[in-house]
């Protein structure tokens, strides 16, 4: 188990290097893309299409592995005060149902993405870019499953944890 866990520390912090350099060439682009589209707007008094259809793709993108390097940061939405009035024991085990409970969310969700993703494909394109729909239904697949990763990874470091704890009290 020790070797899996450090497999998977190593991954997690390859996938988060991409990450955040996937997530600040999004930003650029899509400030980039805006601005192009606000200057035609405004200064030639004609609207470009495709800034748009660049935008909320490129936002997709930024939403879902945003929210991957967020979970990695534990920046999610949690009720510390309550979480911290509990007992250490309590903790722990909410701890450990917390992350079970988002594994079983991350990996419907990831199957239902996988299972749209075909019809995506056959079927839709952006008006003017030309970008399938199904690379915006990968986005959701990418980003949750980069989340099961470091939740899977958390998960088994705190289960060693109370082993070892277990294993000390004996």
Not at 49 to 77: C, I, Q, R, V
């Amino acid at each position: 188990m020790k070797s899996l866990v450090i497999l998977l520390k190593n991954a997690n912090s390859f996938i988060r290097r991409i990450e955040e350099e996937i997530c600040s060439i999004i930003v650029v682009m899509l400030v980039v893309s805006t601005a192009i589209g606000v200057f035609w707007r405004y200064v030639f008094h004609n609207p470009l299409p495709w800034p748009n259809e660049l935008g909320m793709f490129l936002l997709l993108w930024l939403a879902f592995l945003g929210a991957s390097l967020t979970n990695k940061d534990d920046g999610h939405y949690k009720i510390s005060i309550l979480y911290n009035a509990l007992p250490e024991k309590v903790q722990r085990v909410t701890n450990i149902l917390n992350d079970l409970l988002k594994l079983t969310f991350l990996i419907i969700f990831i199957y239902i993405s996988i299972r749209v993703f075909p019809r995506q494909a056959i079927r839709r394109m952006t008006v003017y870019l030309g970008i399938n729909k199904a690379w915006h239904t990968f986005s959701l697949t990418v980003g949750f499953s980069f989340m099961v990763l470091f939740v899977f990874k958390e998960l088994l470091l705190k289960l060693s944890t109370i082993k070892k704890r277990n294993n000390n009290n004996l």
